[in-house]
């Protein structure tokens, strides 16, 4: 599955940014579906996963409830929506498919976008 992340940019803090990640070649219904970032000279880190049929999503700790993923398979799209953005989150969001369900991992995830850019300034 091909896979193409939007939706990045500059945001004042506390502001929101809508993240779209569009699948070609393969239905992303068959897929686990994450969104990672990896911020300058740090290593790219898990933000949130979502499974098949949206009925399960995990977070990491830092975007607890500012945070939502989601998906629509018709569309064969997984959004990640960010809001009450802070400076501390301005990074490059991949977004990437995986097979396994607990996925977390980079290792676990076998297709990756090519990243979009998260700017929050302060």
């Known amino acids: 599955v091909q896979l193409q992340a939007s939706g990045g940019g500059l945001v004042q803090a506390g502001g929101s940014l809508r993240l779209s990640c569009v699948a070609s070649g393969r239905t992303v219904s068959g897929y686990i579906m994450g969104w990672f970032r990896q911020a300058p000279g740090k290593e790219r880190e898990f933000v949130a996963r979502i499974n098949r049929y949206s009925s399960t999503t995990f977070y990491t700790d830092s975007v607890k409830g500012r945070f939502t993923i989601s998906r629509d398979n018709t569309k064969n799209t997984v959004y990640l929506q960010m809001n009450s953005l802070k400076p501390e989150d301005t990074a490059v969001y991949y977004c990437?498919?995986?097979?396994?369900?607990?996925?977390?991992?980079?290792?676990?995830?076998?297709?990756w976008g090519q990243g979009t850019q998260v700017t929050v300034s302060s």
């Open positions: 990437a498919a995986s097979g396994k369900y607990d996925a977390q991992s980079l290792g676990d995830f076998i297709s």
